[in-house]
């Protein structure tokens, strides 16, 4: 069975502080990823997507990135956090083509 | 581009009732989905509507879809505590002739139940 591994599940970090936060997919091959982010007492924001290893799209421009440098991982970055940044960050996959998305357990981020 | 709405936002019930939510969406899709979040939690999928007059039941929760209309509704029959959460609805977008697909969510409706 497939399983989505998202860490960590807290995270604080003081303005100006780099970040990474990891997630990654077993039991499945090229699997779509995603990043979403959530604020306090809202929707679900996408933030990346990607459909292959190397392959990142953008969708909203801000101070954070996103990496695939494996099939079943994704990484997101920023080089210096902004008190804007805090939320609750959601990893999902999906299978390619259309489908329903699977999600991790969520990183709550403090920026302080 | 292209936004999905739910209302109401907030809705707080008594056990028992029967109560509806509501998802509009902008633009043409003939999928759409319902998930739950439970406070702090991720997100749990309920349902896939795969095309117009599509109904699904689990429980108390049924959802259908209009898709002329651009519209699903997620009804709540004879509400329990248990149901208390955030619903999400969100409908998908071709992002490639691939057939892949990004999701653009909705609002969420935070639902109490009162005993």
């Known amino acids: 069975s497939q399983t989505i591994h998202q860490w960590p599940a807290t995270l604080v970090q003081p303005v100006g502080s780099p970040l990474s936060l990891e997630c990654t997919v077993e039991?499945?091959?090229?699997?779509?990823l995603y990043w979403y982010r959530q604020a306090a007492g809202r929707g679900l924001q996408l933030l990346f997507y990607?459909?292959?290893?190397?392959?990142i799209s953008s969708e909203v421009p801000q101070n954070l990135s996103a990496s695939r440098p494996q099939d079943r991982q994704f990484i997101l970055s920023s080089k210096k956090l902004l008190l804007s940044d805090s939320g609750f960050y959601l990893c999902?996959?999906?299978?390619?083509?259309?489908?329903?998305?699977?999600f991790g357990s969520g990183t709550q981020l403090s920026v302080l | 581009e292209l936004k999905v709405e739910q209302n109401p936002l907030f809705l707080s019930m008594q056990e028992g009732k029967n109560y509806t939510i509501y998802c509009n969406y902008s633009?043409?899709?003939?999928?759409l989905y319902w998930y739950r979040q439970d406070p702090g939690k991720s997100l749990e999928s309920l349902f896939v509507?795969?095309?117009?007059?599509a109904v699904k039941q689990e429980g108390r929760l049924m959802a259908s879809l209009d898709t002329k209309a651009r519209l699903s509704t997620l009804h709540i029959t004879a509400a329990v505590h248990d149901l208390s959460a955030t619903y999400f609805c969100?409908?998908?977008?071709?992002?490639?002739?691939?057939?892949?697909?990004?999701?653009?969510f909705g609002t969420g409706t935070r639902l109490t139940i009162i005993p």
């Open positions: 999902a996959w999906k299978h390619r083509g259309r489908g329903k998305l699977f």
């Open positions: 509507l795969l095309s117009n007059g």
């Open positions: 969100a409908v998908d977008v071709l992002i490639s002739n691939f057939g892949n697909e990004k999701l653009t």
């Open positions: 039991g499945t091959s090229n699997p779509n």
């Open positions: 633009t043409t899709s003939d999928r």
């Open positions: 990607s459909v292959g290893i190397g392959q």
